[in-house]
């Protein structure tokens, strides 16, 4: 989003060897934070809970996080007749909020290019790869395993730190895009439907391995891109619970 890009401090808890089973954990200030603006929030993560590699297990954590923090944002904005929590993509609803969530995708990789600091650049990322994995959550009759195995693949295979020019990333996200969109065939204005059936889940998990593998090259490693998922997801939840 729109904020100054975050400012990450990096802490080793004393009771972090007790929390090293779980991945996800993080080492929280929340009175100070509550007391602050959003964008003066400093997350603190642990690194004994940064994960040495993105296994099935973690991966499956990570949408847990985002599907948490997804669902307190689609309930806010089901009130004003945009997102909602679980949609089936097989309805027209479903897949008009599936454009709404490609296109803040494609904002957020063109406010990347826009950035001038790296943490900035970096937030931006997480902020697109968020709005793109929320894809798969939207409808629990699909196969939450294929995602997740297939994430685990992209980040295990991702050529991390291999570019630093911001137009290497958005060429290859922009051209997955299109494919998954043709999919798409329902609009709220059609008095029947084009399709029953959503069946463009092989090309919403293509889209997700091109996506993850894109977005990981502009990463320095694994380590940095779950660090920064893992504060961005603070700040979200610091927004759900302020208000913000």
């Known amino acids: 989003g729109k904020g100054r890009g975050?400012?990450?401090?990096?802490?080793?808890?004393?009771q972090a060897a007790d929390r090293q089973q779980d991945p996800a954990s993080r080492q929280r200030s929340s009175r100070a934070r509550e007391r602050?603006?959003?964008?003066?929030?400093?997350?603190?993560?642990?690194?004994?809970?940064?994960?040495?590699?993105?296994?099935?297990?973690v991966i499956e954590i990570m949408l847990g996080l985002r599907k948490k923090t997804y669902s307190g944002f689609?309930?806010?904005?089901?009130?004003?007749?945009?997102?909602?929590?679980?949609?089936?993509?097989?309805?027209?609803?479903?897949?008009?909020?599936?454009?709404?969530?490609?296109?803040?995708?494609?904002?957020?990789?063109l406010e990347f290019t826009e950035a001038n600091d790296r943490a900035h650049q970096l937030e931006e990322l997480i902020d697109a790869w968020?709005?793109?994995?929320?894809?798969?959550?939207?409808?629990?009759?699909?196969?939450?395993f294929q995602a997740i195995t297939g994430l685990s693949e992209a980040f295990t295979?991702?050529?991390?730190?291999?570019?630093?020019?911001?137009?290497?990333v958005t060429g290859p996200i922009l051209r997955v895009i299109s494919p998954f969109l043709?999919?798409?065939?329902?609009?709220?204005?059609?008095?029947?439907?084009?399709?029953?059936?959503?069946?463009g889940y092989p090309q919403l998990?293509?889209?997700?391995?091109?996506?993850?593998q894109t977005l990981a090259t502009?990463?320095?490693?694994?380590?940095?891109?779950?660090l920064y998922f893992l504060a961005k997801d603070d700040v979200l939840q610091f927004r759900l619970r302020t208000r913000y």
Do not use: C
């Open 205 to 212: 998990l293509e889209l997700l391995y091109v996506v993850t």
């Open 74 to 109: 689609a309930q806010l904005e089901a009130t004003r007749g945009f997102l909602l929590p679980e949609v089936s993509l097989s309805s027209s609803k479903g897949q008009e909020i599936v454009r709404i969530l490609i296109m803040r995708g494609i904002e957020e990789v």
């Open 130 to 144: 968020n709005y793109f994995i929320s894809l798969t959550i939207l409808d629990p009759k699909l196969d939450q």
């Open 36 to 57: 602050g603006n959003v964008n003066d929030i400093i997350p603190t993560i642990d690194p004994a809970t940064i994960p040495d590699r993105p296994s099935v297990d």
């Open 218 to 226: 502009y990463f320095n490693s694994w380590e940095e891109f779950y």
């Open 157 to 168: 295979y991702a050529n991390f730190g291999t570019t630093d020019q911001q137009y290497d």
């Open 182 to 199: 043709a999919t798409l065939r329902n609009r709220p204005w059609q008095n029947h439907a084009q399709s029953l059936y959503f069946d």
């Open 6 to 14: 975050l400012v990450i401090v990096r802490r080793l808890a004393p």
